[in-house]
């Protein structure tokens, strides 16, 4: 059986080398050229390797991660590496739904479509940290866009550095575009709307505004419930592989997403089934070390 060696919290982003920062040179390689609008590519490229915010945050800061080793979120890509490969993720998810939009001969504003979803989590990498038992915290309230959060902070910080309104806009709608008020029932643009009060950019969302690449963006990033649920039947596989590889279930469970991604795990215990799926990622730990 492998024995693991346990990484110290403050050292963790060396696992980023599994699926951070492949993710990150895939992003670069395959979509950043395509946001050529200058303003734009360089506001991505800033927030990625952002050290010091121009604006508050009402909850605690963390260290700030880097681009390739922050986890993508507490509720889904809860390992390292988890934000670059999410936001992969929700690239690859827009590039086909904006193939299957410009089949049909309408056109396509891809630099904003992905710019918007490069910009609109780079905040994460300042609320997310590990404790001694390779907990993840959360450093914002507990309902995204209810208060404030990552996605907030993004679209204060794109005010604060005079970022146009269509750039805005777009990095806005991808938590938003919906019609479910969080404080007054049905209200078309809603959601959308409160993040932009709540980020302080002093704009409102009308219904003429709204774009398919807003509609493109929100969906490429909504597959949460489905790697949500993967990374807590990887929690699961973790607590019994743990003992057979001498580490804490916290430290196996973020081994694993860390080392294989929650969704790839998920996939083998579909395939194979629990046992088969421990014994073929035990293996593969082995072989590896």
């Not at 918007?116 to 990498?125: E, G, N, P, T």
């Amino acid at each position: 059986m492998p024995h693991l060696d346990i990484i110290p919290p403050h050292q963790l982003a060396r696992l980023a080398r599994h699926q951070g920062e492949p993710a990150l040179a895939a992003i670069r390689r395959e979509f950043l050229p395509v946001v050529t609008n200058p303003v734009w590519h360089g506001l991505v490229e800033e927030f990625m390797e952002l050290d010091e915010p121009l604006t508050p945050y009402a909850h605690p800061r963390y260290p700030a991660w880097s681009f390739a080793a922050s986890p993508g979120s507490g509720a889904h890509h809860g390992h390292i590496g988890g934000l670059a490969l999410h936001v992969l993720q929700d690239l690859r998810n827009a590039r086909a739904l904006g193939d299957a939009h410009e089949a049909r001969g309408l056109p396509l504003d891809r630099g904003l479509l992905y710019a918007a979803i490069l910009l609109h989590d780079c905040l994460k990498r300042f609320v997310y940290a590990f404790d001694a038992d390779y907990t993840l915290h959360k450093s914002e309230d507990p309902f995204i866009a209810r208060n404030e959060d990552h996605h907030s902070w993004v679209l204060r910080e794109l005010t604060a550095r005079g970022a146009d309104e269509e750039i805005i806009l777009a990095t806005a709608a991808m938590h938003g575009l919906d019609d479910v008020s969080l404080a007054e029932g049905v209200k078309p643009l809603a959601v959308v709307n409160h993040y932009l009060d709540i980020g302080l950019t002093g704009l409102t969302m009308r219904p003429e505004h709204v774009r398919a690449e807003h509609a493109i963006g929100f969906l490429a990033d909504s597959d949460w419930p489905w790697s949500g649920r993967a990374q807590q039947r990887t929690r699961e596989l973790a607590e019994a592989m743990a003992p057979p590889c001498g580490v804490p279930p916290g430290y196996m469970h973020l081994y694993l997403g860390s080392r294989f991604s929650f969704e790839h795990v998920d996939g083998l215990l579909q395939d194979m089934g629990r046992e088969l799926a421990m014994a073929r990622l035990l293996e593969r730990v082995e072989k590896e070390m």
